[in-house]
């Protein structure tokens, strides 16, 4: 199993920033995509972005692009969200993803991101 650690999340402004890391550990040699979901209170979790580990394809929602860019750093298996022009409506808890052919999902704690107005 790959396990999933988050860290970045916090209060900031309307049009502020804000980055997240989570960093893979575990059985990470077969990482196939790594991705950022999220959900806000009393919605259902979306889906935010997400980042094949191979060639380092992106794609991203449409309530996000633009404004938030996904990368990778394959020497410390981990994936970074950087988060530009906040709206108040992208404060949920933003969870990390992982898929591994053959393990299967794995998906972190969660970490909040609260944007003010």
């Known amino acids: 199993q790959v396990q999933l650690v988050e860290s970045g999340g916090g209060l900031v402004q309307a049009g502020g920033f804000l980055r997240l890391s989570c960093a893979a550990s575990?059985?990470?040699?077969?990482?196939?995509?790594m991705a950022w979901h999220r959900q806000a209170p009393g919605k259902e979790r979306e889906f935010v972005a997400a980042i094949t580990w191979s060639d380092g394809g992106t794609v991203y929602a449409d309530s996000v692009k633009g404004r938030f860019t996904i990368s990778r750093d394959n020497a410390k298996n981990a994936v970074n969200l950087q988060m530009n022009s906040l709206k108040p409506e992208d404060t949920a808890i933003y969870y990390c993803?992982?898929?591994?052919?053959?393990?299967?999902?794995?998906w972190g704690q969660g970490t909040q991101v609260t944007v003010s107005s």
């Open positions: 993803y992982a898929f591994v052919p053959g393990q299967g999902n794995s």
């Open positions: 575990g059985r990470t040699f077969s990482l196939h995509q």
